[in-house]
């Protein structure tokens, strides 16, 4: 059974770059794909960005793109989701997702926008903005 874990949010002022951490377990392949998507209140949950263990590949998301940075750390199977100039659309709880696959296959492009190609999710960690 896959379990993730996210760390790395809380209060940042207006402007900050505050860096979410996944960890990742329990995976019984190696080829796998993490995610972060995010939900605001009153907001359907919407993709952030995606990185592929297998080759690197990594998606954003339109309304991020330039403003966050996603990396892993494969020996520690962590993944962060560096956050920067934060906005007043960033605030939401984020959440880090995974898939498995049993063979080396190219990351799909729907994988940073569609949540129904996940099948692991982490409870999710809080961003807010101080004012």
């Known amino acids: 059974q896959v379990h993730l874990v996210e760390s790395g949010g809380g209060l940042v002022q207006p402007g900050g770059s505050p860096r979410l951490s996944c960890v990742a377990s329990?995976?019984?392949?190696?080829?796998?794909?993490i995610g972060w998507f995010r939900q605001a209140p009153g907001k359907e949950r919407e993709g952030v960005s995606c990185?592929?263990?297998?080759?690197?590949?990594?998606y954003y998301a339109d309304a991020v793109k330039g403003r966050v940075t996603i990396a892993r750390d494969k020996a520690k199977n962590r993944v962060y989701l560096q956050m920067n100039n934060l906005n007043p659309e960033d605030p939401a709880v984020y959440y880090c997702?995974?898939?498995?696959?049993?063979?080396?296959?190219?990351?799909?492009?729907?994988?940073?926008?569609?949540?129904?190609?996940?099948?692991?999710w982490g409870e999710g960690t809080q961003v807010t903005v101080s004012s």
């Open positions: 997702a995974t898939r498995e696959f049993g063979i080396v296959q190219a990351m799909n492009v729907m994988m940073v926008r569609d949540e129904n190609e996940y099948d692991y």
């Open positions: 990185i592929s263990s297998t080759d690197g590949r990594i």
């Open positions: 329990g995976f019984t392949y190696d080829h796998y794909v």
